[in-house]
């Protein structure tokens, strides 16, 4: 068993590097083609991460869209979606979240301490509850995450969860949608704090988007 899974790093930025805006109206970056690209890279993955803020500010499904790639996971005897996961220090989750829907998934979520107990009461099982070790950080999630039999995590924002897999050498790829727009906010959520170095396995225009791939570095620098 791996000491912890592959894991791809997967977002939209705009040319400015910004991952959404400060509106209170979600920011599409991607296009559709792009959309189907990621579909696809989920429907490769064995479970999906974002941070609990990205789930506060864009409630996303996270399950496989695309019905062949649905089918042929269960073709595989694999769940049509990979499970899905999320991380919270404070638990403060709504149990409506489109995250905990009844769509078959596995659900994850690992906290911390008291905030733990409380939301697992609150979620009335609809995701399993994980306390987690505090001190072990993103790394422990990993890891327990590889015990649990996941081998490829995709890691779909927001900015603190990415930036902290690229500063913890906790990432392996970075898939990054490029779309021709500027956000122009000083306050937009982007990477920060991290210096990493990475080599570049490919470029796809993808209907306008330039979609990049990159090999992370086994060290943040
Ligand atoms: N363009 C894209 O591809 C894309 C994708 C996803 C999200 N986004 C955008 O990114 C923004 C959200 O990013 P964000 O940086 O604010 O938040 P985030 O990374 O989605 O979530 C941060 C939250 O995750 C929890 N967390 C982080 N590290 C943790 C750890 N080690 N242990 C336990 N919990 C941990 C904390 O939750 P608590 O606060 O509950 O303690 C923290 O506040 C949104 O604007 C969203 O639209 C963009």
Redesign the pocket.
Known sequence: MPERPYVLL????SLDGC??DTRPA??I??NEQDLDLVDAERASADAIL?????????D?RLLVRDAARRRERARAGRPASPAKV????????DSGARFFAADGTAKLV???GAPARSLADRLDGRAEVVE?D?AG??GW?LEDLARRGVRRLMV?????????LLADALADELRL?IAPVLVGDPAA?RFRGVRTRTSLLSVEDVGGMAVLRYRLGTEAR
Do not use: H, N, W
């Open positions: 997967s977002c939209a930025v991952l959404d979600r920011l970056l991607s974002v941070g609990a803020t990205t789930i506060r500010r864009d996303p999320t991380v919270t220090r404070s638990g403060e989750l690992y906290c911390y987690a505090g950080g993103l999630v779909e924002g927001g900015s603190e969860v990415l930036t902290a949608a959520p």
